[in-house]
């Protein structure tokens, strides 16, 4: 067996796969109409069509999971952060772990958590 995909509920395809683009350099591979396969195995699902396949809410800002990045000059993706997404929601700005590893937590366009750290 293999994972082939990881999927995150969005209200808005278009400006999540721009999202997606603009900081991670991930770029669409299947649009399915509501279904959208990123690079990297990231799928983008309608909101409204994930509510109505599993008939309940969507719950933003859970804090059950995040994305995880990796990224050597993190300096520099923060800078892209603030001046693309100056809204961007953050959990904790760029910090560094008693261990060495630089990393920011912050929600997309939607609540779902995202990590980028140092890769170790």
């Known amino acids: 067996m293999k994972l082939k995909n990881i999927l995150i509920v969005v209200k808005d395809i278009e400006k ?21 396969i990123l690079t990297e195995g990231l799928v983008l699902q309608d ?16 804090n059950s999971c995040e994305l995880y990045f990796e990224e050597q000059n993190i300096e520099a993706f923060v800078e892209k952060l603030e001046k693309l997404y100056p809204e961007v929601q953050y959990v904790n700005r760029l910090m560094t772990h008693s261990w060495g590893q630089k990393v920011i937590r912050f ?6 958590l995202i990590e980028v750290g140092t890769p170790m």
């Open 47 to 62: 909101e409204k069509i994930w509510e109505t396949f599993l008939g309940k809410d969507i719950i933003s800002k859970s």
């Open 107 to 112: 929600y997309d366009l939607d609540g779902n």
């Open 16 to 36: 999540s796969k721009q999202f997606y683009h603009d900081l991670f350099g991930l770029d669409m591979v299947l649009d399915n109409d509501g279904n959208m």
